[in-house]
């Protein structure tokens, strides 16, 4: 009797131990959601409702070759800025963007609503992505 009993807490120990490791999955649609918000409020005046930008002035984020070649590159635009030359699908733009003070969760809502709208379609990506590429 005393092993049965035993052997039920054991059991009851390690599950209980098991559940508090195990990290919940990333919920992609959620960050999208949170995602479309952060456009709207930073993104929505020079890319446009439907990610379509102005020709020749702002380039696109809809079916973007540019964004989805590189979303480090992307990552680090969004934070820091960007300026130069680009060529987005086919069509050069040279202009300045500004970077945003945004929190590691808030880029990676972004680059999730970005990457999986407007035509696009790309994995994940998480907030210790975006920390990981902040300049230190």
Not at 39 to 60: A, K, L, R, T, W
Not at 67 to 74: F, I, S, V
Not at 88 to 99: A, E, F, I, L, S
Not at 105 to 127: C, H, Q, T, W
């Amino acid at each position: 009797m005393k092993r049965v009993i035993y052997l039920t807490v054991l059991t009851a120990s390690l599950a209980t131990l098991i559940s508090f490791q195990t990290k919940p999955a990333f919920d992609l649609k959620a960050s999208v959601a949170r995602g479309k918000e952060t456009y709207v409020g930073y993104c929505i005046s020079c890319h446009m409702e439907q990610g379509e930008g102005i020709e020749g002035v702002y380039p696109p984020v809809a079916k973007s070759d540019y964004m989805m070649a590189d979303k480090n590159r992307t990552i680090q635009q969004i934070l820091y800025g960007a300026s130069g030359e680009m060529k987005v699908n086919g069509k050069v733009y040279n202009m300045n963007m500004t970077g945003f003070d945004l929190s590691d969760g808030e880029v990676s809502d972004l680059m999730n609503y970005i990457r999986n709208s407007f035509g696009n379609k790309g994995p994940a990506v998480l907030p210790e992505h975006v920390k990981a590429l902040r300049k230190k």
